[in-house]
């Protein structure tokens, strides 16, 4: 193990995080806007970054008799809070200030205090098709002969930003779109970009923004169950510009919890024959989802988790039979507020059953704000690592999604605490610290 305070061979490859790291954010609603007025008003000392690992989450190095446990923030070469700038687009115009007031998650006085800065920024026009998201009506939008046209007015946009930064993450933070199977116009990038150039209709406003993006070689991250880069013409685009891609939906609230319980479940031996799962829910995004067609993409990312968690196939007896249930519903006094209710029924010794309720109101965007924040640094600090920029997905990131994205016939984990250990280790791994197993035996021996 290194010395502590020299830097490993390995973490000596690692570009230094210097100058302006641009985020660019499709969709600057209420996530957005709670994520950049958060960080602004954590610059100030005015809050503390809770719910960010990146920030406030510490990594043991070697023993635990070392004692050598340091902020991720303070040992791994991620950029600092003050080197970043924001910028992004919106189908509803005005500044962030007027945004975060319509989103109406944070504190009004809070937003006055930081008003001047929320001011300055005001989004681009978007690129939106109404066939994607339908409960939406466009006030500011990008006009374009074609597919490809509007793409290239992405490019552009992102090219001018690159002039003023040193650096550049993209993360979609916009609405979920309407289900969709991969069709032939995703399996590879040329006919992916033939398709821009032919107005195809399966390539939604989503691949539009990753493929500018990693066009430019830029890390993109996706905060929505969005099809997006989850098609080989991406991915391959991706490993072809050494731009980083990750999984797909912020895992938050209901299903944050689901991947907690249901490992215990399994560790445990406990059956389970039934989990219902419902949330109401009153922001942007629960009008979006109130479509059937839109819910249709959340629902295949919600549903995935416990399948992956359970195994039923190699565990039939607890999990063969199990009834998962998910709803959303949309209603409009809870705001951004979301309650997330589940009744779970579960069985023990001789078949015995029992039954866990769990009614979590949480804060869906004030959830959400933190793991955009960790995405988009760790991401910024795959693209400045040999070892990780070339692999185009970056499973060690699983811990921030509902759907993780892994390497193709690889199953993905959803247990929150293998996802947590896949992370720390493969920080350790990249800065030539030893990996952590947990076994232990080194205390015991002579």
């Known amino acids: 193990m290194p010395t502590p305070g020299t830097a490993s061979p390995q973490a000596a490859d690692i570009t230094p995080a210097k100058g302006k790291l641009g985020i660019m954010i499709p969709g600057m609603g209420a996530v957005a806007t709670t994520l950049i007025a958060g960080v602004e008003a954590v610059r100030r000392g005015f809050a503390k970054p809770i719910g960010s690992m990146s920030q406030m989450g510490t990594i043991r190095l070697g023993k635990r008799t070392d004692d050598n446990t340091p902020l991720i923030k303070d040992w791994a070469p991620i950029a600092d809070l003050n080197d970043i700038v924001f910028t992004g687009w919106d189908i509803f115009g005005g500044n962030l200030y007027d945004a975060a007031k319509t989103a109406n998650v944070l504190d009004r006085d809070q937003l006055e205090s930081m008003r001047p800065f929320l001011e300055s920024i005001e989004p681009m026009p978007a690129v939106f098709d109404q066939r994607w998201v339908k409960r939406l009506s466009p006030k500011f939008q990008k006009v374009g002969k074609n597919k490809c046209d509007l793409a290239n007015q992405i490019r552009n946009d992102i090219a001018e930003f690159k002039s003023k930064t040193d650096r550049q993450v993209m993360i979609w ?23 821009l150039v032919e107005d195809d209709p399966d390539i939604a406003p989503s691949m539009l923004y990753a493929w500018a993006c990693l066009k430019e070689g830029i890390p993109f991250a996706n905060g929505a169950p969005n099809l997006t880069v989850d098609i080989p ?58 479509d059937p067609d839109n819910f249709k993409t959340k629902e295949v990312s919600k549903l995935g988790v416990l399948e992956h968690i359970f195994q039923p196939e190699k565990n039939p007896d607890l999990y063969g039979d199990i009834f998962h249930k998910v709803r959303i519903n949309y209603y409009p006094p809870r705001g951004d507020n979301k309650e997330g ?16 309720k ?28 040999p070892a990780l920029r070339g692999l185009g997905i970056q499973e060690w990131l699983s811990f921030y999604f509902k759907d993780p994205d892994t390497a193709p016939g690889v199953y993905p984990e959803h247990d929150l605490f293998i996802q947590s250990m896949k992370l720390k280790n493969t920080l350790r791994h990249i800065m030539g610290e030893d990996l952590i197993t947990h076994l232990g035996l080194e205390y015991y021996g002579e």
């Open 358 to 385: 769990v009614d979590f109101l949480c804060r869906d965007s004030i959830l959400a704000a933190p793991l955009a924040l960790d995405l988009c640094l760790f991401m910024d600090l795959a693209s400045r690592t």
């Open 233 to 290: 013409a991406l991915q391959e685009l991706s490993k072809k510009m050494n731009a980083p891609i990750c999984g797909k939906d912020f895992k938050t609230g209901q299903t944050f919890i689901k991947t907690v319980l249901a490992p215990a479940f399994k560790t445990r031996q406990l059956g389970v024959s039934g989990w219902y799962s419902t949330n109401i829910l009153g922001n942007r995004d629960g009008e979006v989802l109130d």
């Open 173 to 195: 933070c916009g609405s979920t779109e309407i289900y969709i199977e991969p069709k032939p116009v995703h399996m590879t990038l040329e006919a992916f970009e033939k398709g």
């Open 341 to 356: 209710w589940d009744n779970i029924d579960i069985f023990g010794w001789l078949g015995y059953p029992m039954q866990i």
